[in-house]
């Protein structure tokens, strides 16, 4: 059977604006991407994964793209972009790029033009009158980012659909148009030597209809727009038409999608989905309400993807969740072990595993962030609504952090220099994590126990071990907090054993009668 190049490699995501800073000014750039290729060669990455580099309102740090065809001046120039894919390639590491497709920036030339009633754009978004002669919204649905997803603009008489942010309007895929653009935008990149994309929130693309929803605790209307029958359709049509004709790598965030719907997006339409339900096992119906580990609910939602579905996306961490050690590990008592038992679910598992900045040196969350320090636009909206529920100041604080993705943006830990040598300026966009000076790239390196070491390490054992990187997965049924499972290919088996506790565990007989 022939594999996939994805299904041998390490993915990296990379934070463009966190990662390496060249020029001073507290902002990574793709200079400073460059200049760590080596560092990454040497960790075994295959793929990098950047979000996105697009020229940007930076409402939402580039998820908010205002043009698909620039790069954002603060990141560098397109000369730049070509020279990071070209370097990369001749280490042997490709390049995917994040898609944002959902939406756009408002500042989009597309939706500025929309704004005109008669534009042959006005139909690439969602225009709608509203209620009761037009002083209230369309319906009443909401932002994930909170208040209404409808804002009204008096110049066109309406109010646009933004599911996320106000800056963050959503385009209409029901027009055809809307096709044919963003298929040119695949094709421009993929023709540039990209490998392929990580598609953002791509399963909700498909509004079905704009009626009313049933109330929701959280976010209200998304029963309208996750995972319908329009979306699967869409991607198809993409997959015929573009990715079908390039040797590429196409990964969809696909949030809260179940096993039938995986399945369905990884024939034809995609080839690999991120499930959340692994890193949400600590989610108490909504995500500022945090429970402790289950160890055994982890283990179960890791198992039952392995069961369900042939090739996983295998992560503990991105740019939009707190850090994995914080939630699943230890930052005390056993920092390094149970970052290095991360390390071993995440590069035995069945799948293409891909790894975030800083995972791989054991980052952790900071301490604690004050308001004059947030940077995400969810922060700002939390720290309005909470305290409207009788939450005191710091009862808020805590609960804003549990899923600040501010935790995840920190800067990479370099050195134990100014600003963990991140930048050679005074200022940085986020603050530097405190732990900077234990942990970072400069002190691991020189560590054979280190956490780097570590990941290195099993990298290279994972690559050199066709077992782990096309076998099949066996789960070995135990009891509680013991996480077990054979890895099989030709002939070969590897035997995976983890203690998913800081206590010492009995294994079970038929567990002890293997080891």
């Known amino acids: 059977m022939e594999h996939k190049f994805f299904q041998n490699q390490i993915v990296y995501q990379i934070y463009p604006r966190s990662f390496c800073d060249s020029n001073g000014d507290g902002i990574g750039d793709i200079p400073g991407i460059i200049s760590k290729l080596d560092y990454l060669k040497k960790l075994g990455v295959g793929i990098l994964w950047l979000s996105p580099v697009y020229k940007t309102a930076n409402a939402d740090f580039g998820y908010d793209v205002s043009d698909y065809y620039s790069i954002n001046p603060e990141y560098g120039t397109m000369q730049d972009m070509l020279h990071l894919i070209e370097e990369a390639k001749r280490k042997g590491i490709r390049i995917v790029m994040d898609l944002v497709v959902n939406h756009t920036s408002d500042e989009h030339e597309w939706f500025q033009n929309s704004i005109h009633p008669s534009s042959p754009y006005r139909d690439f978004y969602y225009w709608r009158k509203g209620k009761k002669n037009n002083t209230e919204p369309p319906n009443n649905w909401t932002s994930n980012f909170g208040g209404s997803a409808w804002t009204y603009v008096p110049e066109a008489n309406a109010y646009y659909l933004h599911v996320f942010g106000k800056k963050q309007p959503d385009l209409d895929w029901h ?12 094709r421009f990149w993929l023709d540039k030597g990209v490998y392929g994309f990580r598609c953002d929130v791509i399963n909700q693309i498909w509004k079905e209809d704009l009626k009313d929803a049933r109330k929701s605790l959280w976010v209200t209307g998304q029963e309208k727009y996750l995972m319908k029958e329009g979306n ?20 969809g965030e696909t949030y809260n999608v179940d096993f039938k719907n995986a399945r369905r ?22 995500p500022i309400f945090k429970t402790k580990f289950h160890p055994k609910k982890f283990k179960k939602t890791f198992f039952d993807w392995q069961r369900e579905l042939d090739w996983n996306a295998l992560f503990l961490e991105n740019h939009d969740q707190p ?47 004050q308001p004059e320090q947030y940077r995400d636009p969810v922060d700002f909206w939390l720290l309005n609504l909470l305290p409207k ?56 390196e020189k560590d054979p126990d ?17 077992a782990l990187l096309y076998g099949n997965f066996e789960p070995i049924k135990t009891k509680g907090s013991i ?11 590897l035997f995976v054993l983890l203690n998913l506790t800081k206590k010492t565990q009995r294994l079970p007989h038929k567990i002890s009668s293997l080891v």
């Open 175 to 186: 027009n055809p148009r809307v096709l044919e653009e963003v298929e040119k935008i695949l």
């Open 232 to 251: 699967h359709r869409i991607l198809h049509q993409i997959y015929e038409d573009v990715f079908s004709r390039y040797d590429c790598m196409v990964v």
């Open 265 to 286: 997006f990884t024939d034809r339409e995609l080839d690999l989905v991120f499930q959340f339900d692994t890193v949400n096992s600590d989610k108490f119906l909504v």
């Open 323 to 369: 850090r994995s050690l914080n939630r699943f590990g230890d930052t005390k008592k056993y920092y390094k072990e149970s970052a290095k038992e991360l390390a071993m679910i995440l590069l035995t598992l069945r799948g293409t595993p891909f790894l975030y900045q800083g995972e791989e040196i054991g980052m952790a969350d900071y301490p604690l962030f």
């Open 389 to 444: 529920f009788h939450f005191s100041k710091k009862k808020t604080l805590e609960l804003i952090h549990n899923c600040n993705r501010d935790n995840a943006r920190t800067p990479m830990q370099w050195g134990k220099g100014n600003n963990a040598d991140f930048t050679s300026g005074k200022e940085t966009w986020l603050p530097v994590n405190p732990n900077y000076p234990e942990i970072n790239v400069e002190i691991e």
């Open 450 to 466: 280190s956490i780097l070491s570590f990941y290195r390490q099993l990298i290279e054992f994972r690559k050199e071990n066709p």
């Open 483 to 493: 996480m077990a499972f054979y890895r099989s290919y030709q002939g070969e088996m």
